[in-house]
């Protein structure tokens, strides 16, 4: 069978006839194929004329739409039309399936000019970009802000650096995070033939899912805001910065990001566009966080009853199940059906395949046999959180819930037993983040356990109860040596000096974890060694750090990362054993 006719020039496009040639004799030296003859005569000018940046500057979609035109019609025709009003940024120089087939070989200038316009694998927004103008307090909570607007344009403003600038000094986060920033800007600035006058590109240290410019404020702005709003502040001229880029840029889309609520409604009451920075939450909304628990339908039985496949391992039941349920359910998920007339089932997922999954049953914790150092379990999610606790093979347990659900009880009770009794552990080390709920009482003596005992209530609370369960018949000696054997084994620390530790075969219980930003929660998890398991506890309701919410919190964080590890394990605590007192405050105040 004889090849397709070469093109004629370099990037020229083939004829639909060519793909389709059948093997005759003679059929390109003998004259009589009319029909060959007749639709190449009218393409022959097209190809010595067509310049190579026509074809590029030609749409992909008009490429593709000229490869399925009938034979009958010239190319020439309807690729002149679309040329004068192509893109400037040459979006359709990217190369598609078709143009990468049909060109013979690629001009040089097309990759150049798709990693300028930002084109990366991933689908670009067809919509025009933005400039984005970001407050100080945006690069000071997360420095990484510069590369997290895709293929939009930043902005910062003169007073931003000047502010940046009063912010590096300290050990404090926010001291941190300005260095870090400062560090940033001056390697996008650095790069090989970076031109600030023209912006610096996103892109150029290696960050690709930025694909916009940095453009720094090199000269003085026109504009002319209220007189009500004094002119020397920082947040008034940023406002200010805003308004001239609008009228300068017009009709493009310009908006400014801050942390700060109040710049946010000066600048709507102004007219200009404001944004909070979103890219901090892990959720937009709390209630969709996920809970660890799956309850199976009402007709779970009836449906995949016939089709499951059950074994006795050991001390636990296992279930292979299949069906619609499969793609909802996560390794460690726990899995519960409930029905009048029905016999219970409470089983966790371990084993997740292409359509089946294996549930394997639950340890009983609330039966006084089964009792971890005295305490059992008094309702469905307290079962499963001790489970998870009580299980080696899980390294990190995250767990949620309102006061007085049991969470520090629950963490406590398991970590003695596995520490003094069954010895799987060396210690427990408890630690917190000490952020006050009203004003702060200054500076505490003593050492850095002294300094922690006035946050650790809850632990000496729990251990209080813990003590009195385990020697209550011992008379007061036997209480007291109890007391001394739990104090020695539990180790108070402080979040601040974590950096650089390594636990090894430690038992650890980070408290009031939602709290923690993710960066810090990312700073604790990472201190584990070989043999280490962590809990984090919190309630996302009583969040006591500035500008953190449930949906940015590193408790938040921790639970949406980690779903679906096959060594972490989460679960919400729904309902409050403490006092009917306290569970009646927490619904109706």
Not at 158 to 186: F, P, Y
Not at 376 to 404: C, H, K, S, W
Request: hydrophobic residues 40%; glycine residues 8%; positive net charge.
């Amino acid at each position: 069978m004889p090849l397709p006719p070469a093109p004629a020039r370099r990037a020229a496009l083939l004829s639909p006839e060519a793909y389709d040639v059948v093997a005759r004799p003679g059929r390109t030296q003998q004259p009589d194929a009319p029909e060959a003859v007749e639709s190449a005569a009218p393409r022959a000018p097209a190809r010595k004329t067509a310049p190579r940046a026509a074809l590029q500057a030609v749409p992909s979609t008009t490429l593709q739409a000229a490869e399925q035109r009938p034979a009958g019609r010239s190319r020439s025709e309807p690729a002149a039309a679309p040329a004068p009003t192509a893109p400037a940024t040459a979006r359709s120089t990217t190369p598609g399936r078709k143009t990468a087939r049909t060109a013979a070989a690629p001009a040089p200038a097309a990759a150049p000019a798709s990693r300028t316009s930002g084109s990366t694998k991933r689908a670009r927004p067809s919509g025009p970009s933005k400039l984005f103008v970001l407050d100080t307090n945006v690069l000071l909570h997360d420095p990484t802000s510069l590369f997290r607007f895709e293929e939009h344009d930043i902005f910062l403003p003169m007073i931003v650096l000047e502010e940046l600038d009063g912010h590096k000094k300290g050990m404090t986060e926010v001291a941190r995070n300005g260095r870090q920033t400062s560090r940033t800007l001056d390697a996008l600035a650095g790069v090989h033939g970076a031109d600030i006058a023209h912006g610096l590109k996103l892109d150029s240290t290696g960050q690709r899912a930025a694909g916009g410019h940095l453009f720094f404020q090199t000269a003085p702005l026109d504009y002319s805001l209220p007189t009500s709003l004094p002119q020397g502040k920082a947040d008034n001229q940023i406002l200010g910065v805003v308004e001239a880029l609008r009228k300068l840029h017009a009709p493009r889309e310009v908006v400014l990001v801050s942390k700060d609520i109040n710049m946010r409604v000066k600048a709507r009451a102004l007219g200009l566009n404001a944004e909070d920075y979103q890219n901090d939450k892990t959720l937009e909304d709390g209630d969709l966080l996920y809970s660890g628990v799956l309850a199976l339908p009402p007709d779970f039985w009836v449906k995949s009853g016939k089709n499951v496949e059950s074994w006795q391992s050991g001390v636990h039941t296992y279930y292979r199940i299949g069906g619609p349920i499969v793609p909802q359910l996560m390794i460690n998920q726990f899995a519960y059906f409930e029905a009048p007339g029905e016999p219970s089932l409470f089983a966790r997922v371990s084993e997740i395949r292409e359509k089946t999954a294996v549930l394997q049953t639950l340890k009983d914790y609330g039966s006084a046999k089964h009792a971890v150092w005295g305490v059992t379990t008094r309702n469905r999610e307290q079962n499963y959180a001790m489970n998870l606790l009580m299980d080696p093979e899980i390294d990190f347990v995250t767990l949620t819930g309102t006061a007085g659900t049991g969470k520090t009880l629950l963490a406590l009770a398991a970590g003695l037993t596995q520490v003094l009794d069954d010895r799987r552990y060396t210690e427990i080390i408890m630690t917190r983040a000490t952020v006050s709920v009203g004003e702060d009482i200054g500076f505490l003596p003593g050492t850095e356990e002294e300094k922690m005992g006035p946050w650790m209530g809850a632990l000496d609370d729990n251990l209080e109860f813990l003590a009195k369960g385990d020697g209550g018949n011992a008379g007061e000696w036997g209480r007291a040596a109890t007391n001394e054997l739990i104090r020695s084994r539990i180790k108070i620390k402080s979040m601040n000096f974590m950096r650089g530790r390594t636990f090894l075969n430690k038992y650890v219980i980070i408290d009031e974890a939602q709290n923690l930003t993710p960066k810090q929660m990312k700073t604790l998890i990472t201190r584990a060694g070989p043999g280490t398991k962590i809990i984090c506890m919190g309630n996302l309701a009583q969040i006591d750090t500035p500008y953190l919410t449930e949906g940015s919190s590193g408790l938040t964080y921790a639970v949406d990362r980690f779903k679906g590890w096959p060594h972490s394990g989460h679960i919400t605590l729904a309902r409050g054993e403490r006092s009917r007192l306290a569970d009646f405050a927490s619904e109706v105040l």
